[in-house]
C-alpha cells in the first residue's frame, strides 16, 4: 500500500508564503511525475502544478505562476510546493499525487495520477 502525506498547511495572511512538503510511504513505486492539486469548497479539484522527473519538467497553473515552485526528489517520491505572495484565493485543501507510467501527454490532468495524499488546508486572510 502507498501513501501520501501532505504536510505544512496553516493559517497566513495576504502577502505571506507557506512551503507544503508530500512524503511518500509504504510500498515502494517509481513515478514519472507529481503535483500537486487544490479543492476550495464548492469547487472541482483543480491543477496548481507538476513536475516531471525526467528533464524535471514543471508546469503551473496560470493563476499561480510567477508565486509558486515545485520541486521534489524522484529518488525517494517526495513534492514541494514553495507558496509565495499568497492571495486569499489560494485558500484551499492541497492535494499532492503521484503519477506512475511513461507520462507521455500532459500532467494537468488528475484522472492520468495513481497515488494521493488527504490533503492539507491552506487558509490565506485578507
Known amino acids: 500500500q502507498v501513501q501520501l502525506v501532505e504536510s505544512g498547511g496553516g493559517l497566513v495572511q495576504a502577502g505571506d508564503s507557506l512551503r507544503l512538503s508530500c512524503a511518500a510511504s509504504?510500498?515502494?513505486?517509481?513515478?514519472?511525475?507529481m503535483g500537486w492539486f487544490r479543492q476550495a469548497p464548492g469547487q472541482e479539484r483543480e491543477f496548481v502544478a507538476a513536475?516531471?522527473?525526467?528533464?524535471?519538467?514543471?508546469a503551473y497553473a496560470d493563476s499561480v505562476k510567477g508565486r509558486f515552485t515545485i520541486s521534489g526528489d524522484n529518488a525517494d517520491n517526495t513534492v514541494y510546493l514553495q507558496m509565495n505572495s499568497l492571495k486569499p484565493e489560494d485558500t484551499a485543501v492541497y492535494y499532492c499525487?503521484?503519477?506512475?507510467?511513461?507520462?507521455?501527454?500532459?500532467?494537468?490532468?488528475?484522472?492520468?495520477?495513481?497515488?494521493w495524499g488527504q490533503g492539507t488546508q491552506v487558509t490565506v486572510s485578507s
Open positions: 499525487a503521484a503519477r506512475l507510467g511513461a507520462c507521455s501527454g500532459s500532467t494537468y490532468y488528475r484522472s492520468t495520477y495513481n497515488y
Open positions: 509504504g510500498r515502494a513505486f517509481s513515478s514519472c511525475a
Open positions: 513536475i516531471k522527473w525526467t528533464g524535471a519538467t514543471r
